[in-house]
């Protein structure tokens, strides 16, 4: 063991090529590691080493790199097994945050698809922000009509523009020193905002989703850019296809936090699923204008399987 230099486990998982890690070390410098035959055994129960995952590093005496040790998750965004499956499949670990990108227009937003990822991330017991960009096209008024709601449900919003610079510095502080899982629909301007953040950064999460969708499947493969004032912005290229990554619609109520003050004054209580009990209190706040019609209908949508 004398020949072998030992890292703390600190250093970072970047991306995974085949059965080789990209690996942080603590000092910036970034090496290919292969896990040691021991760990190798224990991935067997399906939890593999994954983006975002704090290792522990070996320097061989041949001068390759292996993984010793994995320390304990913080977090992590999971993909549930099917019905009957067994456990979860980790896609990314240690996120601090999930950061949802819309446009205020151009594409015109698409509320729904926003819900599934404010659903996703609080599956997951991860905090999200909404960053709706684009604000230079549209008018002040309509842009707090759409985004009451999303302030009404507790998610913090960053309103940003390329185009004229706002909100750049608020956004760059949100992603610096946290790791960020980054999502949105294609066109929103997310390259165009992360190249805002630090030049060239844009490229190369584009470069990433590119090489995956060329391939024939789509994979959720997930790879961390590390960024320069700290922290790291996750590409997840699989994520926008995946719909609902196995929620169960038991458990869909609970990701819509506006619902859950209501529950105890619905007759059926907690069994209420709000779509059709007599006396609902969330169906009654809907009517009252209390509770968004929109993410309401998002909901039944959701429970519908759309
Ligand atoms: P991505 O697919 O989400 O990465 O989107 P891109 O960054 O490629 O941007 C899509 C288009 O929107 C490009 O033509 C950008 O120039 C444009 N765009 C990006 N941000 C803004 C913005 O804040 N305002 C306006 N008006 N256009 C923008």
Not at 54 to 81: C, F, H, N, Y
Not at 228 to 244: I, K, M, N, W
Not at 281 to 294: K, P, S
């Amino acid at each position: 063991m004398s020949d072998v230099r030992r890292s703390r486990a600190t250093a970072t998982v970047l991306r995974t090529i085949g059965g080789t890690y990209e690996v942080e070390t603590p000092d910036g410098e970034v090496v290919a590691a292969t896990l040691r035959g021991r760990l190798k055994l224990e991935q067997r129960t399906g939890d593999r080493v994954v983006a975002g995952d704090r290792v522990e590093l070996a320097r061989q005496s041949d001068g390759s790199w292996t993984i010793e040790s994995v320390a304990p998750r913080t977090s992590m965004l999971a993909r549930r097994a099917p019905r009957g499956g067994r456990g979860a499949r980790v896609i990314i670990a240690n996120v601090d945050q999930v950061v949802v990108v819309f446009a205020a227009a151009q594409p015109e937003p698409r509320l729904r698809m926003l819900d599934r990822f404010l659903v996703l991330a609080s599956a997951n017991a991860l905090p999200a922000i909404i960053v709706v960009n684009k604000v230079d096209l549209v008018e002040r008024a309509e842009l707090t009509a759409r985004c009451g709601p999303y302030a009404a449900a507790g998610c913090p919003l960053c309103c940003t523009s390329v185009t004229d610079g706002a909100g750049i510095d608020e956004l760059r502080e949100r992603l610096c020193g946290r790791e960020s899982v980054l999502t949105g629909p294609s066109g929103v301007g997310k390259s165009s905002l992360l190249n805002a953040v630090q030049p060239g950064l844009g490229l190369r999460i584009g470069e990433v989703s590119k090489a995956v969708n060329k391939g024939r499947h789509t994979t959720v493969a997930a790879q961390l850019i590390p960024l320069e004032c700290g922290g790291y912005v996750a590409d997840t290229p699989g994520l926008r296809e995946l719909g609902l990554w196995g929620i169960d619609k038991d458990e869909l109520r609970e990701h819509f936090p506006e619902f859950l003050p209501l529950r105890d004054s619905c007759r059926f209580g907690n069994r209420c699923t709000h779509t059709h009990e007599p006396d609902c209190a969330v169906r009654a706040a809907v009517e009252a204008g209390e509770v968004d019609r929109e993410r309401y209908d998002s909901y039944v949508a959701l429970m519908q399987g759309e």
